[in-house]
């Protein structure tokens, strides 16, 4: 593999807020097209802001919030709601050839997927455990025994929530495996040995073995302790290999003005990975998880040719039926007059071919 470092293209001391989308000559903005800062793989810095929570898009729920929650109950779906776990999709397969110029995906399940782009494999918030802190046991197996993964060559982690930074899969890895994440959680992954960490503010990107990783804002939040509340940043990922195909793996998200940011500066994405699941009830989950019909509506924003669903049938995490998720996505697909082979609606274990 080779790496690719370049001086970034932001001052260091440009403030870390918000700044206007519409404005690509303010700071920490970068232009159209996808160019944003390009730094050094391995690049971690100590002068992060003690919070991120200018970031947030959405106030987070307070007190009466979690009281409404506890009254009501709704944090699982009814009996009649998981009645249909035997029907969620499962059928594992072999993974993809790897040529030097395949683009292919394998969804293990939840938001982790087996991602080949640019002779590489790159895992995305890799969850292989059967359980994660707080949270039921998996309701559909890994899609993909770990065994059987090939060499990974990178991951990406989209936030520091247990469902998307799980600490017993990550301990798999070598040690000297590139990981990209958020701004302010590469100490996270230096406390577990791991030695090629590359931490990225929104729009700022790296590159490794030809394949660039841009960094993008998501409608979201982070936590892990009770201390550590939007201590690190969250967000999503655009992969881009050398002839220019681009995947875009949303992390977890809400939805919100975003994605069109994100469609605008990284045009001609030709795969979109977007949650749709994790979204009952609308009053509590609204802002940091889409529903089917929005993550319909931010494919179109985003100006994606293809859309993979992701973040349900794995683990019971909201109120709403386990196969609600797919079978609303489909009616919104179809509502929307999107090609139907354009919904890459993916068994758990289940692949797809970008390009051979």
Same mark, same amino acid.
């Given at each position: 593999?080779?790496?690719?470092?370049?001086?970034p293209?932001r001052?260091?001391?440009a403030?870390?807020?918000?700044?206007p989308?519409?404005?690509?000559?303010?700071?920490?903005?970068?232009?159209?097209?996808?160019?944003g800062?390009?730094q050094?793989?391995?690049? $971690?810095?100590?002068?992060?802001?003690?919070?991120?929570?200018?970031?947030?898009?959405?106030?987070?729920?307070?007190?009466?919030?979690?009281?409404?929650?506890?009254?009501? +109950?709704?944090?699982?779906?009814?009996?009649?709601?998981?009645?249909? /776990?035997?029907?969620?999709?499962?059928?594992?397969?072999?993974l993809?050839g790897?040529?030097?110029?395949? %683009?292919?995906?394998?969804?293990?399940?939840?938001?982790s997927?087996? %991602?080949r %782009?640019?002779?590489?494999?790159? $895992?995305? !918030?890799p969850?292989?455990?059967?359980? /994660?802190?707080?949270?039921?046991?998996?309701i559909?197996?890994?899609?993909v025994?770990?065994?059987?993964?090939?060499?990974?060559?990178? %991951?990406?982690?989209?936030?520091?929530?247990?469902?998307?930074?799980?600490?017993?899969?990550?301990?798999?890895?070598?040690?000297?495996?590139?990981?990209?994440?958020p701004?302010?959680?590469?100490?996270?992954?230096t406390?577990?040995?791991?030695?090629?960490?590359?931490?990225? !503010?929104?729009?700022?990107?790296?590159?490794?073995? +030809?394949?660039?990783f841009?960094?993008?804002?998501a409608?979201?939040?982070?936590?892990?302790?009770?201390?550590?509340?939007?201590?690190s940043?969250?967000?999503?990922?655009?992969?881009?290999?050398?002839?220019g195909?681009?995947?875009?793996?949303?992390? !977890?998200t809400?939805?919100?003005?975003w994605?069109?940011e994100?469609?605008?500066?990284?045009?001609?994405?030709?795969?979109? $990975?977007?949650? /749709?699941?994790a979204?009952?009830?609308?009053?509590?989950l609204s802002?940091?998880?889409?529903?089917?019909?929005?993550?319909?509506?931010?494919?179109?924003?985003?100006?994606?040719?293809?859309m993979?669903?992701?973040?349900?049938a794995?683990?019971?995490?909201?109120?709403?039926?386990?196969l609600?998720?797919l079978?609303?996505?489909?009616?919104?697909?179809?509502?929307?007059?999107l090609?139907?082979?354009?919904?890459?609606? $993916?068994?758990?274990? +289940?692949?797809?071919?970008?390009?051979?």
């Open positions: 593999m080779t790496e690719r470092t370049a001086r293209a001052d260091t001391e403030p870390y807020g918000p700044t989308a519409s404005d690509p000559a303010a700071p920490g903005v970068a232009a159209p097209g996808g160019e800062a390009l050094p793989v391995g690049r $971690l810095r100590q002068d992060w802001p003690r919070t991120f929570a200018d970031r947030l898009t959405a106030p987070l729920p307070g007190v009466r919030a979690f009281a409404r929650l506890a009254r009501e +109950g709704a944090v699982r779906p009814r009996p009649e709601g998981l009645r249909d /776990i035997p029907l969620l999709p499962f059928a594992p397969g072999p993809p790897a040529g030097p110029g395949t %683009v292919a995906v394998t969804w293990a399940g939840h938001a997927w087996v %991602v %782009v640019g002779g590489l494999i790159v $895992l995305t !918030d969850v292989w455990s059967r359980r /994660i802190l707080g949270t039921p046991a998996r559909t197996p890994v899609g025994r770990w065994e059987d993964l090939p060499p990974v060559d990178a %991951v990406v982690i989209s936030h520091n929530h247990f469902d998307h930074l799980d600490a017993p899969t990550l301990r798999r890895l070598p040690r000297d495996t590139p990981v990209f994440v701004a302010g959680l590469g100490r996270w992954f406390r577990r040995g791991f030695v090629r960490v590359t931490e990225l !503010d929104w729009w700022e990107a790296a590159e490794l073995g +030809g394949v660039r841009d960094f993008v804002p409608h979201h939040w982070s936590k892990r302790t009770l201390l550590d509340t939007c201590r940043l969250w967000g999503g990922w655009v992969l881009t290999d050398r002839a195909h681009r995947v875009y793996f949303a992390g !977890d809400g939805y919100g003005h994605f069109a994100i469609g605008r500066r990284h045009p001609g994405i030709d795969l979109a $990975l977007l949650p /749709i699941g979204y009952d009830p609308r009053w509590w802002d940091v998880h889409t529903d089917p019909e929005e993550a319909v509506r931010a494919h179109q924003d985003l100006g994606a040719r293809r993979a669903p992701m973040h349900w794995t683990f019971v995490l909201s109120s709403e039926p386990v609600e998720p079978t609303r996505v489909r009616a919104a697909w179809e509502r929307a007059g090609p139907r082979e354009d919904l890459w609606d $993916l068994p758990v274990g +289940g692949s797809r071919v970008l390009v051979p």
